[in-house]
């Protein structure tokens, strides 16, 4: 069977896929349809339209900036365009089923892709299960955003040997059977997870430990295992080719995620101001602790160094951003930017895998700390609902810091990595067996912006 014929059938598999889920969450109701009228606050609405904005700025360009300085100047283009492309992937796929798989009414693991299918229904009026003073629009964008950035930061652990075309089907399959139902489970109605709409298993995730960083991070890291080591890794110097670029990079990051954990109160009251000094502190304690640790180890301090524990602050505190006190996200800082140190300069080594830009390292080591470290660190007093609102047999469970929570959040940890892990592993192999997932030798040997794109970045 050649190539073409497979693709072919794997798009019919494609399709199948698609009725099939639409099938199983047949239990879908008219979600808006009994809803009380709501009204829109015009202050809300702004702060989230231009958290936003700084969300999608994170991926272009920061996440371009940053994965692009990071690489040989022969794969800058190609490395950029893994970023780049995924705007326009994900927004259709977005507008066609997957705000409605993760979003709409559905069964534990996905919604009814067909209630919001090419955003039907989905307008200026609020949806009040998720966000009571904002058009449910804005909020759809808000978390579209979000759906960008995720598959992005995986191309960072297979930068440099990876076929495009291969990289555009795996990424499709990945939003599709990965990042979609993780994202109802965890922030979606009904979800597995999601304590204020019924979870089974009240796990706390502010704006996307598990959503973003852990799902992200741990299928970056088997996709780097499974596509292998650049040629010549390690025996050859595989330097960056521009730093400058990807400190720029590092600091749209580090302001955009003001927008990506402020943004996730959903309105622009003192819980935003709270996420947004909780981000700041943990991203300014990680870079610190990052490079004090390197410092003392290597006798120096690295410039890259530093970013990079900007970096892993900002993942860290993500999912408590909303839950935890400026003190504790210090704290929190502090330990995600020693963590992800030893994850990068020594587990790696270790393991000898190849995670080019270091995706695992710092979003999936980070954010399971920050995960775990919420579960001890949990405050009412920041975020009061989390002491009222979610039920188990008809009273009050309570989800601030303490034993019984740091479980919750070692489920949702564990659940979320083992289907990373496994699905990342048979999605690669339909993949692989379709269009190919790794480059030649000799392709990879030009670079890929000359083999996969027929361009340069720079003239000679």
């Known amino acids: 069977m050649n190539r073409t014929h497979s693709f072919r059938r794997l798009i019919l598999f494609y ?38 904005a700084l969300v999608l700025m994170m991926t272009a360009p920061g996440l371009i900036l940053f994965y692009g300085g990071l690489v040989r100047n022969k794969n800058v283009l190609a490395t950029m365009m893994h970023s780049l492309v995924l705007m326009g992937l994900i927004s259709t796929v977005w507008l066609v089923f997957g705000y409605s798989l993760a979003f ?54 297979i930068a440099e040997r990876v076929k495009f075309s291969g990289y555009i089907l795996f990424m499709l399959l990945w939003m599709t059977l990965i990042y979609l139902p993780i994202c109802h489970m965890m922030w979606g109605k009904g979800g597995l997870f999601n304590w204020a709409l019924g979870g089974k298993v009240p796990v706390l995730d502010f704006a996307g430990g598990t959503v973003v960083h852990i799902s992200s991070g741990a299928s970056a890291l088997v996709l780097a295992l499974l596509l292998g080591k650049r040629d010549g890794y390690p025996r050859e110097p595989m330097v960056p080719h521009n730093v400058v670029l990807s400190l720029v990079g590092t600091g749209l990051l580090w302001v955009g995620w003001f927008g990506f954990n402020g943004g996730s109160a ?89 995670d080019s830009l270091d995706v695992f390292g710092v979003h999936c080591v980070g954010s399971v700390t920050g995960m775990l470290m919420l579960g001890l660190l949990a405050n009412a007093g920041v975020n009061p609902a989390i002491a009222t609102t979610f039920m188990k047999n008809g ?40 269009v190919g997932m790794r480059v030649s030798q000799e392709d990879e040997s030009i670079g890929l912006d000359l083999s996969q794109h027929g361009e340069r970045a720079y003239n000679e």
Not at 25 to 49: I, K, S
Request: hydrophobic share 55%; charged share 5%; with cysteine.
């Open 15 to 52: 399709s199948c896929l698609i009725l099939a889920f639409s099938g199983l969450a047949g239990v879908a109701q008219a979600a808006e349809a009994a809803a009380p009228v709501l009204t829109v606050n015009n202050g809300d609405n702004a702060w989230l339209l231009a958290s936003s």
């Open 104 to 157: 709409a009414q559905g069964n534990s693991f996905f919604g009814n892709p067909l209630t919001y299918l090419f955003l039907k229904d989905v307008g200026a009026t609020p949806n009040g299960d998720y966000a009571r003073t904002i058009p449910h629009q804005t909020f759809m964008l808000f978390q579209l955003m979000f759906a960008i950035i995720t598959p992005a930061l995986i191309s960072g652990a």
């Open 266 to 354: 959903l309105c622009a009251g003192g819980l935003a101001t709270s996420a947004f000094a909780a981000t700041h502190f943990s991203a300014a304690a990680a870079a610190m602790s990052w490079m004090f640790v390197e410092w003392l180890l290597k006798g120096r301090a690295s410039v890259l160094g530093a970013a990079s524990g900007m970096v892993a602050g900002l993942a860290t505190i993500t999912p408590a951003s909303g839950y935890v006190t400026i003190p504790a996200a210090f704290c929190i800082g502090l330990a995600g930017g020693m963590v992800c140190y030893f994850a990068v300069s020594k587990l790696k080594a270790g393991l000898g895998y190849d």
């Open 395 to 434: 009273a009050v469970v309570s989800l601030v810091g303490g034993t019984a929570q740091f479980m919750n959040q070692f489920i949702g940890v564990a659940f979320t990595a083992a289907l990373g892990v496994i699905g990342t592993f048979i999605i690669f192999k339909i993949v692989d067996a379709t």
